[in-house]
């Protein structure tokens, strides 16, 4: 694999500054990036010629940084299953991930995952990268997944999500009628303690916090959308079936399955300002038909 780089001309405004504050400050390289560029075989470099990040800089300079090479996984097998890419740049790549296909492999699903197939789809195409998945979904979940191609795209959206500044909307079909057209939904949520799959509502539990909007029902279930504040694991799924509204096919918690046979849920958007141009890009994809089947028995809003 080729070794990503990327050049700045300082300006007037960094003269003076030390090599390692421009690359941490201006270019919101982080520490561990600058570590890895250190011992792994990367390179910084000034008009051209290998510099420690101690070197001072003067107005005019060209920064260039090398960042090692990008290894994948020996465990990580690619597995060619096509790709519906919703977008896709030099940096960035989104994917409508189907239902039942996990996001990375697992000990239970070791050979076929959505990270695979985009291995697949990289090396096909002579991308070099590996594999930097930036929004997870459960396995059964199916929507909008945003994918880093490179490490340093990766930390910094990594940055982004951690300030919640990446925005993912859902769709979910719950049981039941709700009583409120809107709420927001907070109780805490801690692993089960007889399952390493199960997450329940806990007092000691981690903060999670659902907002949602109705928008939808029929006789027998409601088709909400919704506003993760938090990213906890099967947060959606945890928080609805507490209020006694468990997602249509989410036997896990509390669904019937006789409808649709996988959790209702889709992720229908994801908003994110692009790490490089800075522009804010908002993606949509609609839900697939097993979820749509059932949306078009329902009054929706317009």
């Not at 990503?4 to 520490?31: A, N």
């Not at 099967?234 to 509204?245: P, T, W």
Request: contains cysteine; aromatic residues 6%; glycine residues 4%.
């Amino acid at each position: 694999m080729s070794r990503l780089s990327f050049t700045w001309h300082v300006t007037d405004d960094f003269h003076g500054w030390l090599l390692r504050e421009y690359l941490m400050v201006e270019k919101r390289i982080s520490r561990q990036l600058l570590t890895d560029i250190k011992f792994r075989g990367g390179e910084i470099q000034v008009n051209g010629e290998n510099v420690t990040v101690r070197h001072r800089l003067t107005a005019g300079d060209k920064v260039t940084v090398i960042f090692p090479k990008e290894s994948v996984s020996e465990s990580m097998n690619p597995c060619d299953i096509p790709l519906d890419i919703v977008y896709e740049d030099d940096h960035l790549l989104v994917v409508n991930k189907p239902a039942n296909l996990p996001t990375i492999p697992s000990r239970t699903h070791p050979n076929v995952s959505l990270a695979q197939a985009i291995l697949a789809y990289y090396e096909k195409n002579r991308i070099s990268s590996t594999i930097h998945i930036v929004t997870r979904l459960d396995k059964d979940t199916s929507g909008l997944v945003l994918v880093a191609k490179h490490r340093f795209a990766h930390s910094l959206l990594a940055k982004e999500q951690a300030k919640k500044n990446i925005e993912r909307k859902y769709l979910a079909i719950v049981e039941g009628k709700m009583n409120k057209e809107k709420g927001t939904i907070t109780f805490p949520i801690a692993r089960k303690s007889t399952s390493i799959i199960e997450r329940t509502v806990a007092e000691d539990g981690q903060e999670a916090i659902t907002h949602f909007t109705v928008i939808g029902c029929n006789e027998t279930h409601t088709l909400v959308k919704i506003r993760l504040e938090t990213g906890r694991t099967h947060q959606i799924r945890v928080h609805f079936s507490a209020l006694g509204h468990p997602l249509a096919g989410d036997d896990l918690y509390g669904g019937s399955t006789q409808l649709i046979a996988r959790q209702a849920l889709h992720c229908v958007s994801i908003a994110f300002q692009h790490p490089f141009s800075h522009k804010w890009i908002t993606l949509t994809k609609e839900p697939p038909e097993d979820m749509n089947s059932l949306i078009q028995t329902m009054n929706v809003k317009k």
